[in-house]
């Protein structure tokens, strides 16, 4: 009699396998480009360039704070740093606002012109090609943890073409403009008379005037990652991939998608390394396995000069 029962548990364990191998087949890089092409374009409507001191900015009272977290290493020490007043984009900097910027300018960003092998002669040739690093949703993974099985440098890869050069920005005008390096940010702050946010600055903006403790939960109210990184994508928030700047409720100062959506550069050398920058805020990749930066305190190493496709970037006014 526990013959039919054995095949039967067998039988069930088959079934759970093949449904469990068919979900993961189905939310993988194929399906998560299908389920994208259904998202929205726009978010947020349009401000009047004509509105307020600072169009397009919400002010940020000073005040005194105590920066930093504990879940990684990198975020501590907990320490009491000030910040006086100022004004920040309310939302990430757009496609259509950088476009605006190369229009006027002529400007050529860091991931359209190729690498000196001079300069960078620990770089193979085809990594001084111009490019950028390009997220790329795997089907599978093999379970080592490469990145290189979700990271590639794709030459042709830049703020025009941010998945490479079979990808365009039709449509995507709201989108955050992301493969920018350091200089190609500071080059538009600049342009628009004002500057990239410090750290500081970036940190206690992302509060939103909260004076509890931030805690550690996964967002609900930000583009970041529900599923299994790098190959399991359940999109909850609405989005798989990135998403138009404005799509989820601002936090206490009316400043929209600190967290998630792409990571932010600051102006702050990384641990005195003047070639690396301080990131901010996670992206729409980080997920509780993976990467649980989506918080204010939270913070990652960039190379200045190398631009990627979850990274992008706002401004601010200081007084
Ligand atoms: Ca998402």
Excluded at 145 to 169: D, E, K, S, V
Excluded at 192 to 213: D, F, L, M, Y
Excluded at 298 to 312: I, K, N, V
Aim: charged share 20%; net charge negative; with cysteine.
């Amino acid at each position: 009699m526990a013959q039919p029962k054995i095949i039967a548990a067998v039988l069930v364990v088959t079934f759970v396998a093949a449904g469990a191998a068919a979900f993961f087949w189905t939310t993988g890089g194929r399906e998560a480009s299908r389920l994208a092409k259904a998202e929205p374009l726009r978010c947020l409507a349009p401000v009047s360039d004509s509105a307020g001191a600072h169009p397009g900015m919400v002010y940020v009272p000073g005040g005194t704070f105590e920066m930093g977290d504990t879940v990684y290493p990198e975020e501590g020490p907990l320490r009491k740093v000030s910040v006086k007043g100022f004004w920040i984009d309310r939302t990430e900097v757009t496609n259509d606002e950088f476009a605006a910027f190369v229009a006027a300018t002529g400007y050529v960003t860091v991931a359209e012109r190729d690498l000196d092998a001079a300069t960078h002669p620990e770089l193979p040739p085809e990594m001084r090609a111009a490019g950028a690093v390009v997220f790329v949703m795997p089907n599978d993974v093999d379970g080592s943890g490469n990145i290189t099985q979700w990271w590639q440098y794709i030459a042709g890869a830049n703020w025009r073409h941010p998945a490479g050069p079979q990808t365009g920005l039709e449509g995507r005008g709201d989108f955050p403009v992301v493969t920018v390096a350091a200089a190609d940010i500071a080059a538009y702050a600049a342009w628009k008379g004002r500057s990239i946010p410090s750290e500081a600055q970036w940190e206690w903006a992302a509060r939103g005037g909260a004076v509890t403790k931030p805690d550690h939960d996964q967002p609900k109210e930000a583009n970041s990652w529900q599923g299994i990184f790098p190959v399991l994508n359940a999109g909850e928030d609405g989005f798989v991939g990135l998403a138009p700047v404005g799509c989820y409720t601002p936090n206490g100062y009316g400043i929209y998608d600190m967290i998630g959506n792409v990571w932010e550069w600051t102006t702050d050398a990384y641990d005195g390394d003047a070639k690396q920058r301080v990131i901010k805020g996670g992206s729409y990749l980080c997920a509780p396995n993976y990467c649980m930066r989506y918080r204010a305190g939270a913070r990652q190493a960039q190379e200045a000069d190398l631009a990627a496709s979850h990274l992008g970037f706002r401004t601010v006014v200081n007084e």
